[in-house]
DNA sequence: TCATGTCCTAATGTTGACATTCGACATTGA
DNA sequence: TCAATGTCGAATGTCAACATTAGGACATGA
């Protein structure tokens, strides 16, 4: 009994869905970190079955933003000093592959993308916008760059941080990201420039140094809380 | 479908059950790259039911050892060159940051468990056996270095390739290894002094250089018949 | 002969019911 | 009073049946 054909178009499944539903819901709070995520109550939420739900939040657990225990559940992950530390610390061994990567593989689309997105974070800085869209550039920015390194193991394993630094990064945004603006757009800049040039050994000590420069004003803004 | 109540003693679940199983007949070429994996069968031939074998599927995949699009089934991931490159080159990163990280937290035992390893390949070495035991002991040693960087999300990532790169050596072994036995032991126990000197770039770039004659090796003996 | 459209089949996607396990509370005994 | 133990409830783990889909065989027409 299909009602409603139209909205078929997603064509990717239940689990995807709820996975989605469900990481938004955590993204906007209201899963707090540590929550338990009951498979129950998820399904008679959501309108779908325990099996999906099941599926979609171990999809989740592959993004690092759940953690489930053998008969003990599913629950938020709970963000200490060591779980930035590790993340950033992965990331940036990443960031410097993805760059170097991208430096031999990017067409000139790509690289324009890029100028484009950095034009947008420097227009969304001189407004006054909650600094939530100025995160998304930024996540889509570096997304550009996995894609353009050309390597589906490496998108995986990005993906597989990808969440988290969105996590922390919003909750270090509602304390305030005065900091975080400051620099933004002047270091993305910079990673777009070296990109062009031809200096490999510069570009990944580069990229290194964003994310490390990312990881430390998110620590000098969180720790006093955690 | 409980005749045996003695080994219950895994309480990990039959999906991870599943997936060791699955994961060992993929190893010893049971399924070949690029083979169908149907749920009902695989379910029958293991006395679970499809769910668990479902579930076991979905952390295969988390591996890379196999994939599996909507409504098509799941497949033994076929090896090509390209997929060499990508495996090879996000491990270069993950060896990178493991060794460094391993360098400042590695406990003493930890290193000497690492100089039985060496030795224990040299012993493997003078003597004639197969190939499989010293690519056991190889991925160990790197497990171990990688249990030292202090990391879990760094060793989440690990597992998502050496999986992988473990099928990848298993088929080169199998068109002879003298290439692979000549340097394996000396290679090793150099990143082993390297992990005790305090010398970081120099132990950064040995890591990569370490999998890149991996890669080298692998691509040489393997490009003609793929 | 080729293109096209319709079935049909074999597989996966999805679901609700059943079995198992964990944590907490109450109970019992010293 | 306290510790060990039994019971209970709630949640997850597992299962087998139902719905949906992709891909091919077949027939039809130009």
Redesign the interface.
Known sequence: MTVAPLPKAS???LAQEAADLIREAIFTGHFPPGAQLREVELAASLGVSR?SVR?GL?LLE?E?LVHSV?HRGTTVVDVTAQDVE??Y??R???D??AAT?AQRNATADQLTELDTLVRAMAQEISGDASGTTLLALDIAFHDRIYDAAN????V??WR??RSQIYLFQLRRIALGYEHYRARVVDEHRELVTLLRADDRETLARRAEEHVDSARCSLLAGLSPSM
């Open positions: 064509r990717r499944g099996g599926e171990a592959r690092g053998w590790e993340v610390a992965l940036a061994a990443l410097r592959l990567s390597n589906r193991r490496l995986e394993a597989a941080v």
